[in-house]
């Protein structure tokens, strides 16, 4: 899968990865979950001309007490259950290039292990007294802040410059929100070939405006499970802001009253429609023709009580985003304090948190 969108900060992204793949320097790479920081790094291998694998590795996933074997492997004997001797994974990595995801979890008293292997470019055994050199290059991924963790005494600092003499930040989905139908496409275009049997879901043009309006806390992650779940569901019926608001804010576990939705739609009048598996650009434009039903109804359109509705909307998923503190929230809608408070006050919004957090936007 490559790297997908023509943004400003993918185009950025892009060249910085070209720039830094032929030289044999640490990456690291920043960016929040669900981003693609494993595909940057799968684009930085594969650009790097390098002959040997890309070899990952989950820093959180395993655990603390044998994440040292995994990575530089063991003699046998050397501890209880070592039946054989076990090259790690920077032996794997040789010729190649070693990826560490979730760096930031690494166990303090590993580091100065991982230290030791990138100066050296060797790296011991558990239970050996001999060093074996190395070609490898390193990567390493996070979407914690380590000169946090530096500052808290949780992250050696001179590991911390030794893994980032390149840094490459992956954008959130929403800076670049203008890539969705792209990334969209490229999504469902995989679900033709995955083996999973979905077909590509149908996105009216209201439709892809409510996509492109919503935050997408979990990213391009966020994204594809959507998608994936509006194939599963809509049996090709075309999805509408309303079905996006419902299949992206309902719990998991409400299946049944979305496959009941489904039915409940399968009436709708045929709307101009955003086919994610055509070759063929959307055009966002005619978003606006849900704007013009509106203007055209028997009732008078009450524009003053629709941007009330659409700005107290706007102030709750702030607040969400923001865990209910209300300085954060109104830095994410560019207002002062002040402003945000005597709003909260007129739509009577409350600033306290709520027992259980959700994205309903409805």
């Known amino acids: 899968m490559m790297i997908s969108g023509s943004s400003e900060p993918i185009k950025t992204l892009l060249a910085d990865i070209k720039n830094a793949a032929p030289y044999n320097v640490n990456v690291l790479v920043v960016g929040p979950t669900g981003c693609g920081k ?18 990952s590795v989950n820093c959180a996933a395993i655990p603390r007490d044998l994440l040292e074997a995994e990575l530089f492997g063991h003699e046998k004997g050397s501890f209880t259950g070592a039946a054989t001797r076990r090259i790690g994974r920077f032996e ?14 690494m166990p303090l008293e590993l580091q100065s292990k991982l230290l030791r292997a990138i ?37 050696r600092q001179d590991l911390m410059y030794r893994i980032s003499v390149v840094m490459l930040q992956v954008p959130s989905l929403q800076d670049r929100i203008s890539d969705l139908p792209e990334l969209a496409r490229s999504i ?36 594809r499970n959507f998608l994936q779940r509006a194939a599963v569901l809509s049996t090709g019926v075309p999805i ?28 709708m009048p045929d709307d101009d429609e955003f086919i994610i598996s055509d070759s063929v ?37 702030a607040l969400e985003l923001s865990n209910y503190n209300t300085a954060k929230a109104a830095k994410r809608l560019s207002l002062k304090r002040t402003t945000l408070i005597a709003k909260m ?8 948190l709520p027992s259980e957090n959700s994205y309903n936007l409805t």
């Open 188 to 223: 469902s275009h995989g679900l033709e070939t995955d083996g999973s049997g979905l077909v590509p879901p149908k996105v009216s043009n209201d439709g892809l405006a409510e996509m492109m309006a919503y935050s997408w806390p979990g990213n391009i992650r966020e994204l």
């Open 345 to 352: 006050r007129k739509y009577g919004i409350s600033s306290d």
């Open 92 to 105: 794997e990595a040789a010729g190649g290039t070693l990826f560490l995801d979730e760096i930031g979890d």
């Open 119 to 155: 100066e050296a470019r060797a790296v011991s055994r558990i239970g050996s007294n001999s060093e074996q050199p190395i070609d490898f290059r390193l990567v390493c991924a996070t979407h914690q802040n380590i000169g946090h963790k530096v500052d808290k005494g949780e992250f």
């Open 281 to 317: 650009t959307a055009s966002f434009e005619n978003a606006d023709q849900s704007m013009i039903r509106m203007l055209n109804g028997d009732d008078q359109f009450d524009l003053q009580g629709h941007l009330s509705a659409q700005e107290a909307k706007f102030i709750e998923l």
């Open 38 to 55: 494993e595909l940057v790094v799968q684009t930085l291998h594969k650009l790097s001309g390098r002959k040997g694998k890309l070899v």
């Open 240 to 267: 509408d802001k309303n079905v996006v608001r419902r299949l992206l804010h309902l719990p998991q576990d409400r299946l049944a009253e979305q496959t009941a939705l489904w039915t409940a739609i399968d009436q």
